[in-house]
């Protein structure tokens, strides 16, 4: 069985349409697909009508705030129709407007040409994210490439990147409990936190009754992965894959690169029981 419980779309800031990545799911023969865009489910309902083979879950990555940094939460298997749930991500969405006007504002005065009005016009309705942005950048010859982009205009301390208030990592998971689904720490090592501010992130996350944390991704280290499953086993949080896939390179595709270790219990083993994973 092929499962993957993170990627992206047109809706936010992938750049498949969600019949173009049922059709690249289909091909690459996924049984399981979770689509998880930024803080908008607007493309799982149509995902699903297009799928045949592949199963779509509900799914969405959700902005958080955690002592300061961006974290993200991965939602799966939660009610689509919620409306506490569908409020606050109407709510993280405005933030997110908010944050592409103030980031374009912030470039200008750095003599750079407003960015914002094309931004969004590439976002085309879907949540709009700071790839949009470099997006902009990139397509105007400001820099050649998204990291470049990233880091010297977006990352912190950088100036262009504006503090955001989002939702809590404890308000994400009350939400999505509440709408019947699982809370997961997405790509735990993007962070750029050191072993003691991640396990401390990782203990907040399991405080606050989080489910799973991704430990099957492309490229991660075996060093890496094992402190994962050391961390995972310690505060008792289930193995969640992602390829977190936005558009087709190499080393990042649907399904693949995923393996997980099978000393930890994978986050589907109670909804789809049985199932054994394969890369
Ligand atoms: P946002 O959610 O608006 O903050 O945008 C985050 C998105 O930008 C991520 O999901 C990635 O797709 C992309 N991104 C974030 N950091 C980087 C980076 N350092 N280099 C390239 N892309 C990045
Ligand atoms: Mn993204
Ligand atoms: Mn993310
Ligand atoms: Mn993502």
């Not at 499962?3 to 809706?11: E, G, N, W």
């Not at 490439?145 to 503090?163: E, L």
Request: overall charge neutral.
């Amino acid at each position: 069985m092929k499962i993957d419980l993170h990627c992206h779309t047109l809706a936010s800031d992938g750049v498949l349409s969600p019949q173009e990545l049922v059709l690249r799911a289909e091909n690459m023969q996924i049984d399981y697909l979770a689509i998880t865009d930024h803080d908008t489910t607007t493309a799982v309902a149509s995902a699903r009508e297009l799928a045949s083979r592949v199963k779509i879950i509900n799914g969405v990555e959700i902005s958080t705030t955690w002592q300061g940094f961006d974290i993200h939460i991965v939602g799966l298997w939660f009610d689509l129709t919620d409306q506490a749930m569908q409020n606050a991500l109407n709510v993280q969405r405005e933030t997110r407007s908010w944050r592409a006007q103030e980031i374009s504002d912030r470039l200008c005065k750095r003599g750079l040409d407003p960015v914002y009005q094309d931004a969004a016009r590439l976002a085309n309705g879907g949540a709009i994210t700071r790839a949009h942005i470099a997006q902009v950048l990139i397509n105007r010859g400001v820099e050649d490439s998204f990291v470049k982009v990233f880091n010297k205009y977006m990352t912190r301390g950088k100036p262009g990147y504006v503090p955001s208030p989002w939702m809590s990592i404890a308000q994400a998971v009350k939400l999505l409990h509440g709408a019947g689904g699982l809370a997961v720490l997405a790509h735990p090592l993007s962070y750029q936190l050191s072993n003691k501010w991640l396990r401390r992130l990782v203990n907040d996350f399991a405080q606050y009754r989080g489910d799973g944390i991704e430990i099957g991704m492309p490229q991660i280290k075996p060093d890496h992965q094992r402190w994962l499953v050391t961390l995972a086993q310690e505060y008792q949080l289930l193995a969640s894959v992602g390829s977190d896939f936005h558009k087709p390179m190499p080393w990042r595709e649907l399904g693949r690169y995923l393996a997980l270790p099978d000393n930890i219990l994978p986050i589907w083993h109670q909804i789809l029981p049985d199932i054994e994973l394969q890369h």
